[in-house]
């Protein structure tokens, strides 16, 4: 671009007036320079009547020069004429422009910079694509601290021509101080000018490292410090930042998804820095990625060895909960379930039942086995117009039962090995079957249009109980629960409805433990106490209620709070056991408040004196709560599930637990 005859090569701040013959010498000299540096080069030849032409630079000495002009070349005296020169003839400023120029640069020789500026700016306004013009304004303003509008204008003479002007130490003065005031995102303004624009430059191995770490560290943008870091390792591998941008690099990519090149990636980091400070964070990381591919033992082994080897308390632990997520088996469509979607689950002895979308599927798991069992399910999966979206599965040692979403119910019995009825609106039964509970007499259904009760001796039609019918107080039933004398059920609204076995009546069931808001999404039996699981969105916590058979004495306890999302608050489940374990002390430990880190909040009054085990699972953590002693155990809930984790039934048994989610089915052993 266009060089004047009073700024030198280097463009410093200040500009002095040299004897005309020296200055066109030095500018000679500076044009002799550019033709090595760049190659090919234009002059713009100004004379003092104010003609002006332009060509190809052909060089020069100090009393001659010569250029190319259409074809011919021309060989002036340096006397009476002023030289500029660019890269590009479309950045040739029309003789206004260069006017307000001059005129801004006599200015500042006289001490009067706001005047120039204004020079400056109407040079601009003349011919906006003047880099020279822009580059004093961007003095102007660094000089006055305005860094900000500095910045633009050393952008746009980058932009314009920056082959032409030494801006890297601008730019890196700028990035420093907004580094300094922690402007991170100034700060990489900055720095990408330069790694853009000068990208021979001395400076820019260390700053490609420095810019890519302020982007994931300071900026939280993982794709442009990801792109930064891994062509900074590439290109500059011998650098001391190395090491800290190859774990980056790892981490980015598992956080990413990109699983197989961050296995690739921190390998190679363990090998090259095995003493490194980051090396333990390598290694869970790689056991984090093998769990979410599938690699239980690899996964193991990574973690075990953190376990083993670090003196950290805190990677300890993190170890210590990869090797507890290891344990954990999850099945899916690749291990014959009819569909990823697990929305029911029941144990019939030693097998398991599985209701999806997409149909039922039954399975062997005696002997930590999984053996598919497909007849009797291929059975029950075509009974039906098409396949059940099943969404719950009541079993006992005589009969199956199977609630669907828009079918009705599905009754097959093992002795006779043959369905013995579908039920659906025109035998009395709401299409949506959401729960199903049953004991020797009867069988019971929550559905959407109220509680169906059905007597497993005869074949008389089924009662149905709904606001319609009946003096039940809710219709829209979520769960059942039943007792030798009473039938509880918990609608979506939030009511808890009793149904007295003796009296045959409904009422809403009450207690001072139950607070406004709360909803009943789960219940169990434990030896001779009540468990319902809970969520209050007023209140955005969970947690569970126990009492008595009959209802009385309960106590809740809030386990986590502070969520929003009300998926997470209503997927919480409870199964209680007697706690047959040893009894080290006569009384029992209160009772704790766990928040969603599950640390304690207040003590709580002492439970009943029946010591259970409960087992209790969220859509974030699996655990044990022993009321005996009071401890608690817990698991992170099974990070290997592929995609976000929502869980729809849980059960214990056979020395497994069983959790269904939205992405297969999680197994894990409980010794």
């Known amino acids: ?142 000089t006055n601290g305005d860094n900000t509008n500095a910045l633009e204008r050393f952008r746009s003479v980058a932009i314009l021509d920056a082959a032409n002007f030494d801006l890297v130490s601008h730019f890196r003065e700028l990035g420093d101080a907004a580094l300094a005031n922690e402007a991170y995102g100034k700060a990489v303004e900055n720095y990408r000018l330069i790694l853009q624009y000068y990208p021979d430059h001395a400076s820019v191995p260390g700053l490609s490292y420095i810019t890519g770490f302020l982007f994931v560290e300071k900026l939280a943008d993982d794709d442009e410090g990801l792109s930064l870091l891994e062509s900074a390792v590439k290109q500059y591998p011998d650098m001391l930042s190395h090491e800290k941008a190859l774990f980056l690099i790892g981490k980015l990519q598992a956080r990413k998804g990109e699983l197989e090149n961050a296995l690739h990636t921190l390998r190679g980091f363990v090998l090259r820095y095995p003493v490194s400070e980051w090396v333990y964070e390598a290694r869970l990381t790689r056991a984090e990625v093998n769990l979410k591919l599938g690699r239980v033992e690899e996964a193991r082994s990574e973690a075990a060895q953190v376990h083993d080897m670090s003196v950290d308390e805190t990677m300890k632990e993190r170890a210590k909960q990869i090797v507890d997520q290891t344990r954990w088996t999850v099945y899916t469509v690749a291990e014959h379930l009819p569909d990823n979607r697990v929305q029911a689950i029941a144990i019939d002895g030693t097998r398991l039942w599985v209701g999806t979308p997409n149909g039922v599927m039954l399975f062997g798991t005696d002997f930590n086995n999984w053996t598919p069992m497909s007849k009797v399910p291929r059975l029950i999966n075509s009974s039906t117009e098409t396949v ?175 969520i929003v999302d009300e998926k997470k608050l209503r997927n919480i489940y409870i199964e209680g056991v007697l706690d047959d374990s040893p009894v080290v002390e006569d009384n029992e430990a209160p009772a704790v408040e766990f928040s969603s880190e599950t640390e304690a909040l207040e003590i709580q009054p002492p439970p009943p004196a029946t010591p259970l085990v409960l087992w209790i699972a969220t859509d974030d953590l699996f655990y044990t709560h022993h009321t005996r002693s009071g401890e608690w155990e817990d698991t992170m809930t099974p990070r290997i599930i592929t995609g976000e984790l929502l869980i729809h039934a849980f059960a214990v048994g056979n020395g497994r637990v069983w959790i269904a989610t939205d992405n297969g089915l999680a197994a894990m052993n409980l010794q």
């Open 388 to 562: 059940p979206d099943v969404r719950s599965i009541a079993v006992d040692s005589d009969d199956v039962w199977i609630g669907t979403r828009s079918q009705g119910a599905i009754h097959y019995n093992k002795s006779a090995g043959e369905i013995r009825g579908t039920y659906t609106l025109t035998d009395g039964l709401p299409a949506w079957v959401k729960d199903i509970k049953m004991d020797d007499t009867e069988v019971w259904f929550a559905t959407d249009n109220g509680v169906v009760r059905k007597t497993r001796s005869n074949i008389e039609p089924p009662v149905v109980y709904n606001r319609q019918q009946s003096f039940i107080q809710a219709d829209n039933i979520e769960t059942l629960l039943l007792t030798s004398t009473t039938v509880w059920g918990a609608s979506a609204d939030g009511a808890v409805v009793t149904f007295n076995r003796e009296t045959e009546e409904w009422s809403l069931y009450n207690s001072t433990e139950m607070r406004k808001g709360m909803t009943v999404v789960g219940f169990d039996t434990a030896e001779d106490h009540l468990l319902f699981t809970w969520f209050n969105t007023d209140e955005q916590a969970n947690g569970y209620f126990r009492a008595d058979l009959d209802g009385l004495n309960g106590k809740s306890t809030t386990l986590h709070t502070g």
């Open 1 to 142: 671009m266009l060089h004047q005859m009073f700024r030198t090569h280097t463009h410093t701040k200040k500009q002095k007036i040299f004897h005309l013959f020296l200055l066109i010498t030095l500018i000679v000299l500076f044009a002799y320079q550019q033709q090595l540096a760049y190659g090919q080069q234009y002059v713009i030849v100004d004379r003092e009547n104010g003609d002006r032409l332009s060509g190809i630079w052909r060089g020069g000495t100090d009393t001659h020069f010569e250029i190319e002009y259409q074809g011919q070349i021309l060989r002036l005296p340096v006397m009476g004429y002023r030289l500029s020169f660019t890269s590009d003839l479309t950045n040739i400023a029309d003789r206004t422009a260069a006017k307000y120029f001059r005129n801004g640069l006599m200015l500042l020789e006289l001490g009067l910079p706001e005047q120039a500026k204004n020079r400056f700016e109407a040079a601009i306004e003349e011919f906006p694509k003047y880099p020279d013009a822009h580059y004093q304004l961007g003095l102007l303003y660094k």
